[in-house]
């Protein structure tokens, strides 16, 4: 098999099998946090319980989210050395600063967490799971901003051919990352709410510990039904970004071969890429007319037809 092939679906299956656990890291570090609030602010033995268990769940998925995502890290340089090298001085800063500022604030304070039950006070012990939150999702936005650049690089340039960073301010507030980052945030949100509602509702079904995960079910459907709004809404704003910055990608995903006004859903599509054409697909009608496909699909028909002149 060709080692480019072999490459992408190494790092394809460690990509997935490390993101099963990332927004799971992120709803949850937030719920667990405030539901550790709930103890402090009511004093109420019942949120201490639902804070030790949910906060066991967060300690193994947290321990296998950096487990995969160290073996991640290792696989750019050894799939995609050319691409490190290339572009090593740029995507390489922002995923320092989130090992050695937000994966430490984290990783130290969940350390604290775990073991400061009887040694803290019960404000000083919500503080530490608090800053648990603000690490990973911080980490989230360093990693984030990393992949933004690949998405839409800016504050860089082309010197003996590699990429070299000119704008770490432009890096940073690339415009691409505040799309993403609050979309990830609401869909971590999304995933930690189903994930407590799924466990809670097992435990209810058997009548275990009742009043705890009766609790735990009411906080995650709340939590849950603001998160789901709010992917919904940051992801039509992403989408929007994606058509002005990359109609291609774009195109791609929806599998528009020809112009369309207004462009159809596509549910799913089975096509035939050497003939450009459709063999079987289930899709919705005149649904995504709002988002200017008619725009993108004409630039991928521009692209075949430049092709086709060569």
Known sequence: MDPIIL????????????FFFV???????????????????????????????WGKLFI????????TGIVQEFQFGMNWADFSRFVGDIFGAPLAI??????????????????GWKRLSKGMHAVAIWLVAIGSNISALWIL???????????????N????????????LNPKVWVMFPHTISAGLATAAFFV??????????????????????IAAIIGAIAVVMVGLNGHSQTQQSVETQPMKLATAEALWETENPASLSILTIGDLSQTKEIFSIRIPNLLSFLSFSQISGEVQGIYDLQAEY
């Open 98 to 115: 989130e090992a050695l500022l937000a994966f430490f604030l984290e990783s130290i304070f969940l350390g604290v967490w775990i073991f």
């Open 197 to 218: 509602m799924g466990i809670s509702a097992y435990h209810l079904l058997r009548k275990q510990n009742v009043e705890v995960f009766n609790r735990s079910f009411r």
């Open 60 to 67: 193994i998925n947290f321990a296998m989210g950096v487990v």
């Open 145 to 159: 901003i990393a992949n933004a650049f690949m998405q839409q690089p800016v504050g860089y340039s082309i010197e």
């Open 23 to 53: 927004p799971l890291t992120l709803g949850l570090s937030i719920i667990v946090a405030l539901m550790e609030t709930l103890y402090v602010r009511t004093g109420r033995e019942v949120f201490k319980t639902m804070t030790k268990f």
């Open 161 to 172: 051919g590699r990429a070299v960073m000119t704008d770490f301010i432009a890096l940073i």
């Open 7 to 18: 490459a992408r679906l190494q790092f394809a299956i460690t990509t997935i099998y490390h």
